[in-house]
């Protein structure tokens, strides 16, 4: 009996062509998917809040033209991790980036606080080496790598039930959060502290004669119902930052931290929108009744002279070689 040995089959040509070819789109394929990476992002602010209203936007583009290189997943605000637990939350890799400031990570590192006393625009701070120096710190203590400062212009001030005519809160009981304690307890003042969510039913109550806070936001918190006078000039300028886990931020590719350098560039570069905003809301605070207590020229520099005195005279005690390192590099060419 004759064995039939079996023979291979052979395929047509054409369709080994074909076979090859989609088989060399599936390993590209492959590779894009295997090369995209998603990075989990919170908001230490409420998501119905301006910050996060300007950072959607950010998201929705950055994962348009991401796609295959980096994307974000915006896992939500203080809902999901509450605001001062997102500095912890980087800093152990839990999640990979943060919208937050400085003030609500303190608890991590207190460096982050003296954010607050910048007096040049973030385009100088990159310039001048600032943004460098923020880093070397935020690297070795933080864990984190500083990202981008995505909000600006955006000073601090007073305001009151009570009307004042010097820059004295003698008997005045004022809301205050770490930013500004020291400074209002150098007018005198006698601080309260308690959170955002309670200062109205406080202001309501005569708890509090009134409170620190940016020039913007009053009205996201219906405050403006329960204030009679803003103290200008401002201080201090209001920051929020995009802050990332330092592991997370070496293992990216040179593709991904490229795209993400572009994408952190065009978010910075809408900050203008920041300068016209303040003016916006201080004019909202105006027609809603918020009368302004204005000091005379000399008055109101020695206000704000103090308050960077006393804003770096704490962050020289607390940080004395940072705090060094820092100020020449965060003060006005007036101030140096």
């Known amino acids: 009996m004759t064995s039939r040995v079996p023979t291979s089959r052979v395929l047509p040509s054409g369709l080994l062509t074909r076979l090859a070819v989609l088989l060399a789109a599936a390993a590209v394929s492959t590779g894009a998917i295997a ?27 950055f994962n348009t033209e991401g796609k295959g290189v980096l994307q974000i997943n915006f896992l939500g605000g203080p809902k999901a991790i509450p605001a001062f637990e997102v500095g912890n939350a980087v800093k152990t890799g ?8 400085g ?3 303190t608890n991590v590192m207190p460096e982050a606080d003296f954010l607050k006393l910048t007096q040049v625009s973030v385009v100088e701070q990159r310039k001048n080496g600032a943004f460098d120096a923020i880093n070397k710190v935020w690297n070795e203590k933080g864990n984190m790598q500083y990202l981008a400062r995505v909000v600006e212009n955006q000073p601090f001030h007073i305001y009151t039930n009570k009307k004042i005519d010097k820059p004295d809160l003698t008997g005045q009981k004022i809301r205050i959060s770490p930013v500004y304690r020291d400074f ?43 204030t009679k006078f803003r103290v200008d000039p ?30 952190l560039a065009a978010y910075e570069a809408g900050n203008a929108f920041w300068t016209q905003y303040g003016k916006d809301e ?17 008055t109101a520099k020695s ?34």
Request: aromatic residues 12%; proline residues 5%.
């Open 35 to 61: 090369q995209e990476r998603t990075l989990r992002l919170v908001s230490g602010f409420p998501e119905n809040g301006i910050y996060v209203q300007r950072l959607l936007p950010w998201i929705k583009q």
């Open 94 to 101: 839990v999640v990979d980036m943060a919208l937050t400031t």
């Open 103 to 105: 003030a609500f990570y």
């Open 184 to 226: 209002f307890q150098a007018l005198n003042a006698n601080v309260v502290t308690t959170a955002p969510g309670e200062v109205y039913t406080a202001l309501e109550r005569g708890v509090v004669d009134g409170y620190g806070w940016p020039i913007g936001g009053i009205f996201d918190l219906n405050w403006h119902e329960k």
């Open 234 to 263: 401002g201080f201090y300028d209001a920051e929020v930052s995009l802050i990332m886990n330092l592991p997370s931020f070496k293992k990216l590719t040179d593709a991904q931290r490229a795209f993400l350098d572009k994408q």
């Open 282 to 298: 201080a004019a909202r605070q105006e027609k809603a009744g918020i009368q302004t207590i204005r000091f005379d020229e000399a």
């Open 303 to 336: 206000f704000r002279d103090k308050a960077y005195d006393i804003g770096w005279a704490g962050a020289a005690k607390q940080s004395p070689d940072i705090a060094a390192r820092f100020k020449p590099l965060f003060s006005s060419p007036a101030a140096k």
